[in-house]
């Protein structure tokens, strides 16, 4: 079970953003709790004939920006605490990035590597059948998260269709193509980050000449993440999954760990061209940039004195604790924060429902150069604003957002 006070945890940089700039207290109110979470228990027919029930969430954290958006997670250890803090980051990420969102999250506590497709397909179903009045493309807007991908975003935009009788294809973001998806949102989260690192390279000390990189998680971010930084002659010098971690000094053969991967494998399985090593050591490998990409509170106090990297790109939620991001910061390793740093999802999300309302449809060259635009010039915002106040990244983009949802807050009026 992941962290029961990981809410409490992450609205403590509420407070941190507060000491540096005057918050209106209306909006320090309003983001303290979820607006709405509903839980749910989806009870599905198992292959072998049998009924199996899971637990099930979706929460709406906050709308003032706009109708709330984010990822449906499917995880063993999800919890409505989980749910309800990956919402509050959605928000502040849809802010930070200035998109016209609020912020939501939704999670079916289940480990789908027991399921097989069939069932994976009911159970998907089951969820858009059980929150089709909380969900909508003017209300709110589910997409990929951690274990869920396209294929399952195909069904669940299909049962919406069902539901409503016609097609909906801006209810859902992160489809298939063939179903009104976008080109370019399969790597966008990855592609975030890594425009964002070459955009601040000079500014955080770095050089892209022998650039090494080392990768915590190999799913969908951390996978493209290691393709997109060798595209550049990076060496990716470690990379992990939940089942091992392996190093190579000279660089892993990146080919070789994304076909064993895309096959169903381990990254020990894959001919990489290392060493096996603990998930441990991986963290505190000697490199220029260390990519968290998988869970929350992966890096806490217990392990960030051992953080050798000179910059810690958070392509996962939520990857360094509070208590972790005071010790990086006072030893000097620069944290690109989650809501500026894997914002290149939900970014290439809004650009997705943008085409799914108007019908028109726009190239990778087009998604591609959109999305490196509002990230550098988010990112040089948010820069701007640690400079001039002294404070770390994080603070700074919570400085920045917390900005945009007052101004939105003042504009509803305040007598409701
Ligand atoms: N799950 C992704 C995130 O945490 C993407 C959300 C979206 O595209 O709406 O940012």
């Given amino acids: 079970m992941s962290n029961p006070n990981i809410l409490q945890s992450a609205l403590t940089r509420l407070d941190d953003a507060a000491r540096h700039v005057r918050i209106d207290s209306d909006v320090l109110e309003k983001l303290k709790f979820a607006r709405e979470t509903m839980k749910v228990r989806l009870l599905i027919r198992m292959d072998d004939g049998s009924r199996k029930s899971f637990l099930a969430w979706r929460c709406r954290y906050d709308d003032t920006r706009g109708p709330t958006k984010g990822g449906i997670r499917f995880h063993p250890a999800s919890t409505a605490e989980e749910v309800e803090t990956l919402a509050f980051w959605m928000t502040i990420k849809c802010a930070v990035t200035n998109l016209p969102y609020g912020g939501g999250k939704g999670a079916i506590q289940v480990d789908p590597k027991t399921l097989s497709k069939a069932e994976l397909e009911r159970l998907s179903r089951a969820y858009v059948q059980a929150f089709a009045n909380i969900i909508g493309p003017d209300r709110d807007i589910p997409a990929p998260d951690v274990y869920t991908n396209a294929m399952i975003m195909g069904w669940m935009a299909d049962e919406y269709a069902n539901i409503r009788g016609e097609p909906h294809p801006g209810v859902i973001t992160g489809k298939p193509i063939a179903l009104g998806g976008s080109l370019g949102r399969e790597d966008a989260t990855a592609r975030g980050g890594f425009y964002l690192t070459c955009h601040l390279t000079e500014r955080l000390g770095l050089s892209t000449e022998g650039l090494r990189v080392v990768v915590q998680g190999f799913g969908n971010a951390g996978q493209h993440a290691a393709r997109l930084f060798a595209s550049i002659g990076a060496k ?181």
């Avoid at 290439?348 to 959109?370: A, C, I, K, M, P």
């Avoid at 509002?374 to 994080?394: F, H, N, Q, S």
């Fill in 236 to 416: 990716i010098i470690g990379v992990s999954d939940s089942r091992g971690a392996v190093y190579a000094a000279e660089g892993l053969n990146i080919d070789a760990l994304l076909k064993t991967k895309a096959d169903g494998g381990s990254v020990n399985d894959a001919n990489h061209g290392g060493n096996a090593i603990s998930p441990a050591d991986l963290l505190a490998l000697d490199t220029d940039v260390l990519v968290p990409s998988a869970m929350e509170d992966m890096i806490d106090e217990t392990n960030a004195d051992s953080i050798k990297a000179k910059v810690v790109l958070e392509l996962a939620n939520g990857p360094v604790t509070p208590r972790a991001d005071e010790i990086l910061n006072q030893r000097g390793v620069i944290v690109l924060p989650d809501i500026l740093a894997n914002a290149g999802g939900v970014t290439v999300s809004y650009f997705e429902w943008v085409q799914n309302r108007q019908g028109y449809y726009w190239t990778l060259d087009e998604v591609h150069q959109r999305l490196k635009t509002i990230i550098e010039r988010e990112g040089d915002a948010v820069w701007g604003i640690a400079k001039d106040r002294t404070v770390p990244l994080r603070t700074a983009a919570y400085i920045h957002a917390l900005g945009r949802i007052a101004t939105a807050v003042e504009a509803h009026g305040t007598q409701n």
